[in-house]
T-cell receptor
Framework: NAGVMQNPRHLVRRRGQEARLRCSPM?????VYWYRQLPEEGLKFMVY????????ESGMPKERFSAEFPKEGPSILRIQQVVRGDSAAYFC???????????FGQGTRLTVV | KQEVTQIPAALSVPEGENLVLNCSFT??????LQWFRQDPGKGLTSLLL?????REQTSGRLNASLDKSSGRSTLYIAASQPGDSATYLC????????????FGTGTQLKVEL
């Protein structure tokens, strides 16, 4: 049973480009969470999704960021027109149910140059 | 708004020593509290999860306690080993569950030979 898979592991984008981060949850998990870890800071909750629904997006920046978890395929965190301040490690976690233990992926490290 | 603090920020101990990592949270209305390990450039590994109704959890050389009334949790590591060197994070889950976690900034542990 593979764990939570995130790709790419490392992503370099120039300012103004788009970044697409993918997260495949563990088998049987239909709940996905995205967190961001800025340099020298703790992990911050961004968004919680269940298949085809955004449950809680209270941690998402109001502009340029969006997330989806379609019926088929991985969850996608999309950052449009990236800026240097978006450089961070983005972690995805998944769980079988809303109150069951969540397991984290290895993260995608985004560098904006 | 929940705030989670971890003390100390960094800790260096000789191999074999028993040690305690501290975590405090401001809002006692938590669903659960979790301890994670993060190795440099890697994802998060869940160590222990304590439900709000529990006082402690044990796994091998690790023991975590929870005192909701005082807003504190401790992670006790017995007979530390160099392989324990990592950053240890605690995270409090919001009352509604759903794995919306508020993380501390971590304690960076180094166990020296």
């Amino acid at each position: 049973n593979a764990g939570v898979m995130q790709n790419p592991r490392h992503l370099v984008r120039r300012r103004g480009q788009e970044a697409r981060l993918r997260c495949s949850p563990m088998k049987g998990h239909s709940h996905v969470y995205w967190y961001r870890q800025l340099p020298e800071e703790g992990l911050k909750f961004m968004v919680y999704l269940q298949k085809e629904n955004i449950i809680d997006e209270s941690g998402m920046p109001k502009e340029r960021f969006s997330a989806e978890f379609p019926k088929e395929g991985p969850s996608i965190l999309r950052i449009q027109q990236v800026v240097r301040g978006d450089s961070a490690a983005y972690f995805c976690a998944s769980s079988r149910g809303p109150n069951t233990e969540a397991f984290f992926g290895q993260g995608t490290r985004l560098t904006v140059v | 708004k929940q705030e989670v603090t971890q003390i100390p920020a960094a800790l260096s101990v000789p191999e074999g020593e028993n040690l305690v990592l501290n975590c405090s949270f401001t809002d006692s209305a938590i669903y659960n509290l979790q301890w994670f390990r993060q190795d440099p450039g890697k994802g998060l590994t869940s160590l222990l999860l304590i439900q709000s109704s529990q006082r402690e959890q044990t796994s091998g050389r690790l023991n975590a306690s929870l005192d909701k009334s005082s807003g504190r949790s401790t992670l006790y590591i017995a007979a530390s080993q160099p392989g324990d060197s990592a950053t240890y994070l605690c995270a409090a889950a919001a009352p509604g569950g759903g794995n919306k976690l508020t993380f501390g900034t971590g304690t960076q542990l180094k166990v020296e030979l």
